[in-house]
């Protein structure tokens, strides 16, 4: 048999497995997930072997969804790790056959820390599953190897059930992007999420001029401050114009001596603007629109006073 033959055989089996889960969900799995929202401290994913490593994942998915939530090794659960579970915590307990024996040996000191204990196994019959408070049945018939035996439907199984249970919170919670975003303040993500006002230029990074300045002087400052635009503001520092590259350059073809005029005789005098608390995602959307384009847009409060200065360098891949 070829490698590709192998592949897609291995593929069709999981999602096979996954598509029986599914049609046989039943209440039990949304009285796990009621259980795990009325939650008042942590949940704790715990497994052994291969469901060590998909009792990580869950709980990683968990904390990053607005659920509390770890893994711990049944191993050194009894070696001083069960130390973290305290009452008012969930487990969530891995095991694809429910006799593991790590993990039922430590059953009755989950019971004695005070927590709520719910099964995800193979077996509804199984030591750890009659424990338990609340049963989610992740039984497949057969593994994806030739012989049976390697973690590979049941284990996807376990992973696709972990994801519905953090879903189904999110739902619950009412968990949103902005929320996410602030769990994940690093990466593409974190910038997309970021506010204006984080991103904007401002004090010596902003090029900021009064109406009766020298057009040659704006374009100094715009120079020294390696900006494309400069805001024209009054005396109340409310915005009354604006001023770009482009603008200078339309500005000398049409009069080559506005370079020595006020840039409020060249100046746009009603500018786009935008206000500080617009997400970085939805700034790009603005300032990339399909009608008209912006390089930079003055941001500004309520009253129209300038803030800072938004240049599109800021929203590179947005």
Same mark, same amino acid.
């Given at each position: 048999?070829?490698?590709?033959? %192998?592949a897609?055989? %291995?593929?069709?089996?999981e999602?096979?497995?996954?598509?029986?889960?599914?049609?046989?969900?039943?209440?039990?799995?949304?009285?796990?997930?009621?259980?795990?929202?009325?939650?008042? /401290?942590?949940?704790?994913?715990?497994?052994? /072997?291969?469901?060590?490593?998909?009792?990580?994942?869950?709980?990683?998915?968990?904390?990053?969804?607005?659920?509390?939530?770890?893994?711990?090794?049944?191993?050194?659960?009894?070696?001083? !790790?069960?130390?973290? %579970?305290?009452?008012?915590?969930?487990?969530?307990?891995?095991?694809?056959?429910?006799?593991?024996?790590?993990?039922?040996?430590?059953?009755?000191?989950l019971?004695?820390? @005070?927590?709520?204990?719910?099964?995800?196994?193979?077996?509804k019959?199984?030591t750890?599953?009659?424990?338990?408070?609340?049963?989610?049945?992740?039984?497949?018939?057969?593994?994806?190897?030739?012989?049976?035996?390697?973690?590979?439907?049941?284990?996807?199984?376990?992973?696709? $059930?972990? !994801?519905? $249970?953090?879903?189904? $919170?999110?739902?619950?919670?009412?968990?949103?992007e902005?929320?996410?975003?602030? $769990?994940?303040?690093?990466?593409?993500l @974190?910038?997309?999420?970021?506010?204006?006002?984080?991103?904007?230029?401002?004090?010596?990074?902003?090029?900021?001029?009064?109406? !009766?300045?020298?057009?040659?002087?704006?374009?100094?400052?715009?120079?020294?401050?390696?900006?494309?635009?400069?805001?024209?503001?009054?005396?109340?520092?409310?915005?009354? /114009?604006f001023?770009?590259?482009?603008?200078?350059?339309?500005?000398?073809?049409?009069?080559?001596?506005?370079?020595?005029?006020?840039v409020?005789?060249?100046?746009?005098?009603?500018?786009?603007?935008?206000?500080?608390?617009?997400?970085a995602?939805?700034?790009?959307?603005?300032? @990339?629109?399909?009608?008209?384009?912006?390089?930079?847009?003055?941001?500004?409060?309520?009253? @129209?006073?300038?803030?800072?200065?938004? !240049?599109d360098?800021?929203?590179?891949?947005?």
């Open positions: 048999m070829d490698h590709l033959t %192998v897609r055989n %291995v593929l069709k089996l999602a096979r497995a996954i598509d029986d889960v599914s049609s046989r969900l039943d209440e039990s799995f949304s009285k796990a997930v009621e259980l795990m929202y009325a939650c008042k /401290g942590r949940v704790i994913v715990l497994g052994m /072997g291969k469901c060590f490593h998909i009792a990580r994942k869950i709980a990683a998915t968990l904390a990053s969804t607005g659920t509390p939530a770890f893994a711990i090794h049944p191993g050194e659960a009894f070696h001083g !790790d069960l130390g973290m %579970v305290m009452k008012g915590d969930v487990v969530l307990a891995l095991s694809n056959s429910g006799e593991t024996s790590e993990v039922t040996a430590i059953l009755p000191c019971r004695q820390r @005070g927590a709520k204990l719910i099964a995800m196994t193979g077996r019959d199984s750890l599953a009659k424990a338990a408070d609340e049963f989610i049945s992740s039984y497949v018939p057969k593994e994806a190897c030739s012989f049976g035996m390697v973690p590979t439907c049941s284990s996807t199984v376990q992973l696709a $059930l972990g !994801d519905a $249970l953090a879903m189904a $919170l999110v739902e619950k919670r009412n968990f949103t902005k929320d996410f975003a602030l $769990l994940h303040p690093g990466g593409a @974190g910038r997309k999420m970021m506010k204006v006002e984080q991103l904007m230029r401002k004090d010596d990074r902003l090029c900021k001029v009064s109406p !009766d300045t020298i057009v040659r002087d704006v374009v100094v400052l715009m120079t020294k401050t390696k900006n494309g635009a400069a805001c024209v503001v009054d005396s109340d520092d409310k915005l009354c /114009g001023f770009t590259d482009g603008d200078f350059r339309r500005a000398m073809l049409n009069d080559p001596e506005a370079i020595m005029q006020p409020s005789a060249v100046m746009i005098k009603e500018p786009h603007t935008i206000t500080p608390g617009y997400l995602s939805e700034a790009a959307e603005i300032m @990339g629109g399909t009608v008209k384009k912006f390089s930079q847009l003055p941001v500004v409060d309520e009253n @129209g006073k300038l803030l800072g200065l938004l !240049d360098d800021e929203l590179i891949g947005m």
